[in-house]
């Protein structure tokens, strides 16, 4: 089993950043693909952006493309998201998940919530206007 823990969520103005922590912990976190996934009141869980720690591909979802980027730190087993430019709209619970890492599946198909096994709690990101 892999246990994951986010951290750094909060109340940001509109334009700024934060930065969203997810530690890992249990079975060896390189096998895993990391994914940070949203959901916002009322809609569907959805896909923030995804990174694996074998040759560090990572994908984005439209959204964040250009505003958020994915990053690991494999020797403390932590994954972060930093978000610059927020807008309202990425007001929502952030939540970390890992999946097991298969080298023939695409980067992309670890953007489906259906394929991750381990999720953390959750942290609430508010963006104000």
Do not use: H
């Not at 892999?2 to 530690?23: D, F, I, K, N």
């Not at 990174?51 to 972060?80: C, E, H, Q």
């Not at 670890?110 to 709690?121: K, N, P």
């Amino acid at each position: 089993q892999v246990q994951v823990t986010e951290s750094g969520g909060g109340l940001v103005q509109a334009g700024g950043s934060l930065r969203l922590s997810c530690a890992a912990s249990g079975r060896t976190v390189s096998n895993y693909v990391m994914g940070w996934f949203r959901q916002a009141p009322e809609k569907e869980r959805e896909s923030v952006a995804v990174m694996r720690w074998s040759g560090r591909n990572t994908y984005y979802a439209k959204s964040v493309k250009g505003r958020f980027t994915i990053s690991g730190d494999n020797t403390k087993n932590l994954v972060y998201l930093q978000m610059n430019s927020l807008e309202p709209e990425d007001t929502a619970v952030y939540y970390c998940a890992a999946a097991r890492d298969y080298s023939y599946s695409t980067t992309y198909y670890y953007s489906s919530r259906d394929v991750y096994e381990y999720w953390g709690q959750g942290t609430q990101v508010t963006v104000s206007s």
